[in-house]
C-alpha cells in the first residue's frame, strides 16, 4: 500500500498562496519525503530502437552522441519524457516539478552528451522512446524546454513529412527556441540577445576553439546565477542541501560540455527551421494533441523581439497545433519578473497552467469513452 502523501496537494495550495507559511512546509514535506525515499534515476534500455538504428547504420554518427536516457518510476499512467534546453540538464531543469509529473506516471529524462550531439540521433531516441511507451498503452506528454522544444518540434515536424502522426498525449514548450533566427536576428550586426552573444562565435569560426566555449560557459553560468541572487526566495523554495546539489549538477554540466560538444549543439539549431518557412505547406498542423506553450514576460535576454516562432505561435499558433493554447508566465504580487526557461526559482509561477495542463489530458480518455 503506498504511503500517505501531503506534497501534491501542498504542491498545489501552495502555487496560488504566494506569501504562505504553506511554502516552508512544502519544502519540509518535499525534503523529508526526499529522505524517507531517495531519488532513483535509472538508466532505461528502450525496447525498441528501429530509428536510432537506423541513424546509426549511415555511418556518420557514432554512440557517443546519443543522449543518456533516464526513468524515474511515478505512479500513474501517463508519462512525461523532458528535454531540457542547452544546459542543465533535463533531470535538473524540472527539479522542482519533479513531483508533480511523477504524479500522473514516470518521468524520462533525455540528458544530451557533453562530448557531441546529433540532431537526427535526438530525434532517432524521441521517435523509439514515443513508440515504446504507445505500443504500451502509455503515450507520452512531451515536455520540452528552450533547445529542448526546438528538438520536439524539428522531430514533430519530420513525422509530419514522412506522412505520419506522433503518437503522444500531449506536448509542452517551454520559452522555445526553435532556430537560430530566435537567438540573432537576420542581418544583425550584433546580437541583442545574452544567449546570442553565446552562440554566434560558434558560427563565424570553422573550429570552435576553448576560448570560445569558455567565453559561452561564463554566459550560461550568469544566466543560471542571476537567479540566484534573491537568496530568500531560494530559502522558500529549497533546502540548503538541494541548493548546493542543484547547483552543483548546474555548474558541472557547464563546465563538462566539450568544445565539440557545444558545438554540435549550436549547429543542430542552425538546421532547424523557423516554424514561419513551412507556414503554408500541407504538414502543418504538427500535432492534434494538446498542447501547452509558455513564454516568460522577461524573454529578452534570450529570445530576440523579431524571434519567428514567438511570432507564429502567438499569432497563428492553431495553424500549428488545433488543440493549442499560448499563454505568458509573469509573477505573482511582490515577486521579480519570470525570466526566460525559469522553472526552478519561478516554480510557483508554471505550476497552475501545467496542473490545468495534466488535469485535462487525464480527463481524456474518459471524454474519448463517453
Known amino acids: ?70 526513468r524515474e518510476r511515478g505512479r500513474g499512467r501517463l508519462p512525461t519524457i523532458v528535454l531540457g534546453g542547452f544546459v542543465p540538464d533535463s533531470t535538473e531543469q524540472v527539479f522542482l516539478l519533479r513531483r508533480f509529473f511523477r504524479r500522473t506516471g514516470d518521468l524520462y529524462y533525455l540528458n544530451y552528451p557533453r562530448q557531441g550531439f546529433s540532431l537526427d540521433l535526438a530525434c532517432a531516441q524521441l521517435d523509439d522512446l514515443v513508440t515504446e511507451l504507445a505500443a504500451a498503452g502509455q503515450p507520452p506528454v512531451v515536455f520540452a524546454v528552450s533547445f529542448g522544444a526546438g528538438i520536439a518540434i524539428e522531430w514533430l515536424r519530420r513525422a509530419r513529412l514522412a506522412g505520419t502522426h506522433a503518437r503522444i498525449a500531449g506536448l509542452v514548450l517551454v520559452s522555445p527556441v526553435v532556430c537560430v533566427e530566435d537567438l540573432i536576428a537576420p ?24 576560448a570560445a566555449v569558455e567565453k559561452s560557459r561564463v554566459i550560461f553560468a550568469r544566466m543560471f546565477e542571476a537567479g540566484a541572487q534573491n537568496k530568500a526566495a531560494l530559502r522558500a523554495l529549497m533546502s540548503p542541501v538541494e541548493l548546493t546539489g542543484l547547483r552543483a549538477a548546474v555548474m558541472g554540466a557547464i563546465r563538462g560540455i566539450t568544445p565539440t560538444g557545444a558545438s554540435e549543439r549550436v549547429h543542430a539549431m542552425r538546421a532547424m527551421l523557423p516554424p514561419t518557412a ?64 525559469s522553472l526552478i526559482f519561478h516554480v510557483f509561477e508554471f505550476l497552475p497552467p501545467l496542473n490545468q495542463f495534466y488535469t485535462r489530458l487525464r480527463s481524456e480518455p474518459l471524454r474519448s469513452a463517453a
Open 278 to 341: 513551412y507556414f503554408s505547406q500541407s504538414i502543418l498542423p504538427l500535432t492534434d494533441a494538446p498542447t501547452l506553450v509558455l513564454f516568460a514576460e522577461r524573454e529578452d535576454a534570450v529570445i530576440d523581439a523579431a524571434s519567428p516562432t514567438r511570432f507564429a505561435f502567438e499569432s497563428a499558433h492553431r495553424a500549428y497545433f488545433p488543440r493549442g493554447r499560448v499563454q505568458t508566465i509573469a509573477a505573482l504580487p511582490g515577486g521579480t519578473p519570470v525570466q526566460h526557461a
Open 187 to 210: 542581418g544583425a550586426a550584433k546580437p541583442g540577445t545574452l544567449l546570442g552573444r553565446a552562440v554566434k562565435p560558434y558560427f563565424d569560426n570553422v573550429t570552435t576553439n576553448e
Open 1 to 70: 500500500m503506498p504511503a500517505f502523501s501531503l506534497a501534491p496537494a501542498l504542491s498545489l495550495l501552495a502555487a496560488f498562496r504566494r506569501a504562505s507559511p504553506v511554502r516552508p512546509l512544502q519544502m519540509f514535506v518535499r525534503t523529508t519525503e526526499e529522505k524517507l525515499r531517495p531519488r532513483q534515476l535509472l538508466p532505461h534500455e528502450s525496447t525498441v530502437s528501429c530509428a536510432c538504428h537506423a541513424v546509426l547504420a549511415r555511418g556518420d554518427t557514432g554512440p557517443h552522441q546519443c543522449a543518456a536516457i533516464l
